[in-house]
């Protein structure tokens, strides 16, 4: 079975200050995707980012990057020089790539991200 | 091209009344999954569905919650008899392969 943990409950920042959202995922698939997922106020999902297992370069799109580590089983997510617009729950989740029909993201509790202007 | 859509957005029922939910994927999807948002809790996986075919239930009730994915029209997740438990956002995906789902609006479920 797959386990994804977010230990940070909420997090609070200034705007422009740099804040890390953490991910540490558990596993027995060799091969599986990560994803990153945004929770505005308004309520729907937003993909932001998939990493599969095989690629361990990290990613930078604008003032997001991602930080993938499979020693640690860690994928954490960081917003350079946040804005009050990236408020939101982050949700990180994993997929196991099987060949059979199991296609169910499991998604870790979220992180409450409050930018303060 | 369309996002995921999903209607209604909000839904009341009363005690005991049936819910539907209604998903219409991207266009060109053939995959739909159905999640669950309970108040305090993450989100959970339901149901997997590829057109007029359950793939894996697993995550679903065993009473009262049912899918569909027909070869015509939108997937429908089906509540009867709901409760107050059953109150949640409930949550579509559509993908054009494995691996990679992009979520729908919600549906706010309350049950008074």
């Known amino acids: 079975a797959q386990k994804v943990t977010q230990a940070q409950t909420e997090i609070s920042v200034v705007e422009k200050e740099d804040v890390t959202l953490d991910c540490v995922y558990e596993?027995?698939?060799?091969?599986?995707?990560l994803f990153w997922y945004k929770q505005p106020p308004s309520g729907e999902l937003v993909f932001l980012i998939r990493?599969?297992?095989?690629?361990?370069q990290n990613e930078i799109s604008g003032r997001y990057s991602w930080n993938f580590q499979k020693s640690t089983s860690s994928f954490n997510f960081t917003i350079t020089a946040s804005q009050v617009v990236d408020s939101a729950v982050y949700f990180c989740a994993l997929i196991k790539a099987s060949s059979g029909s199991a296609r169910q993201l499991t998604f870790g509790s979220g992180t409450q991200l409050t930018v303060l202007p | 091209n369309a996002g995921v859509m999903q209607n209604p957005r909000h839904l009341v029922r009363r005690r005991g009344q049936e819910a539907r939910l209604r998903c219409s994927p991207m266009k060109g999807h053939s995959h739909v999954y159905w999640y669950r948002q309970l108040p305090e809790e993450g989100l959970k996986f339901m149901v997997y569905l590829q057109k007029e075919n359950i793939i894996d239930e697993s995550g679903m009730p065993k009473e009262r919650f049912s899918a569909e994915f027909p070869k015509e029209g939108p997937s429908i997740l089906r509540i009867q008899q709901v409760v107050r438990g059953d109150s949640a956002a409930y949550f579509c995906a559509s993908s054009p392969r494995p691996y990679e789902q992009y979520f729908g609006p919600g549906t706010r479920l309350t049950v008074t």
């Open positions: 990493r599969n297992s095989f690629d361990e």
């Open positions: 596993t027995r698939d060799t091969t599986y995707y």
